[in-house]
């Protein structure tokens, strides 16, 4: 349990230090997400997941 609270506390300062150092980057990112068309949205968010898995998958 402490290892998936201390990956959701990374994953939150990471996020955190973005919108502080590039917050006009942030917006320029949500209105690019805005403009995609929803299926090409899914595909992003799968793919990321799927990055994720890989990361897990090669951190263990």
């Given at each position: 349990?402490?290892?998936?609270?201390?990956?959701?506390?990374?994953?939150?300062?990471?996020?955190?230090?973005?919108?502080?150092?590039?917050?006009?980057?942030?917006?320029?990112?949500l209105?690019?997400?805005?403009?995609?068309?929803?299926?090409?949205?899914?595909?992003?968010g799968?793919?990321?997941?799927?990055a994720?898995?890989?990361?897990?998958?090669?951190?263990?």
């Amino acid at each position: 349990m402490q290892t998936v609270l201390t990956a959701l506390g990374l994953l939150i300062f990471v996020e955190g230090l973005v919108y502080a150092l590039a917050p006009s980057l942030v917006e320029r990112m949500l209105e690019a997400l805005r403009a995609m068309p929803l299926e090409q949205r899914r595909l992003f968010g799968l793919g990321a997941m799927a990055a994720g898995l890989v990361v897990i998958w090669a951190a263990s």
